[in-house]
């Protein structure tokens, strides 16, 4: 089960951290990441972290989005900074796994919402 929170109300060029704990332990953590949608569009990957430590953004957040996680905690992060209208969505966090059988599983979290005011 994955747990999100760190949403809010901000101005544009403000800064926000989400955060997202996940309970129990997968056999075999493959990656974490952070999706997005907007209100009429499709949900879009934010940023991801792998298990070997590589990240990846999408062009718009690049420079201004961190992804990190804490694996003794269990917990991912998202520091956004310079935040633009734009970015005002539901956040979803997301856990990909093996499980024992070594089939690929994946958990997403329930959202939280980030909004960005002008």
């Known amino acids: 089960q994955l747990v999100e929170s760190g949403g809010g109300l901000v101005q544009t060029g403000g800064s926000l951290r989400l955060s997202c704990a996940a309970s129990?332990?997968?056999?075999?953590?493959?990656?974490r990441g952070w999706y997005r949608q907007a209100p009429g569009k499709q949900r879009e990957l934010v940023a991801e972290i792998r298990s070997g430590g590589t990240t990846h953004y999408a062009d718009s957040v690049q420079g201004r989005f961190t992804i990190s996680r804490d694996n003794a905690k269990n917990t991912a992060y998202l520091q956004m900074n310079s935040l633009k209208v734009e970015d005002t969505a539901v956040y979803y966090c997301?856990?990909?796994?093996?499980?024992?059988?070594?089939?690929?599983?994946?958990?997403r979290g329930q959202g939280t919402q980030v909004t960005v005011s002008s």
């Open positions: 129990g332990s997968p056999f075999s953590i493959i990656s």
């Open positions: 997301n856990l990909e796994y093996r499980n024992s059988y070594g089939f690929r599983e994946a958990s």
